[in-house]
Nanobody, 123 residues
């Protein structure tokens, strides 16, 4: 069974740093696009950063220069390094994967979400 599990959230002071991890299991995700999303109370879930299978990255304007997404395909892990955290960053952070797989019936893409990890920033 495919599963994404986030970790690394917590409470940090404004200006501080956190490193989030996303562990994928149940399949190999090295060919997939993996994204980090976040959702603050009363707001829609928004894309934070994505990383492609070749390490190509993209970021929301609000986090460019502060956040870095990376992956370790050998470990089926994706990370989000968050620096210079501000009071605008608190949210539940989710890992997402567009997972492509092939079977005798053809090739398909399924979308998976983790359960989220809470990030809180104190001013």
């Amino acid at each position: 069974q495919v599963q994404l599990v986030e970790s690394g959230g917590g409470l940090v002071q404004a200006g501080g740093s956190l490193r989030l991890s996303c562990a994928a299991s149940g399949s190999t995700f090295s060919n997939d696009v993996i994204g980090w999303y976040r959702q603050a109370p009363g707001k829609q879930r928004e894309l934070v950063a994505t990383i492609g299978s070749h390490g190509n990255t993209d970021y929301a304007d609000s986090v460019k220069g502060r956040f870095t997404i990376s992956r370790d395909n050998a470990k089926n892990m994706v990370y989000l390094e968050m620096n210079s955290l501000t009071p605008e960053d608190p949210a539940v952070y989710y890992c997402n994967a567009d997972h492509r797989y092939c079977s005798a019936y053809g090739c398909f893409t399924n979308n998976y979400w983790g359960q989220g990890t809470q990030v809180t920033v104190s001013s």
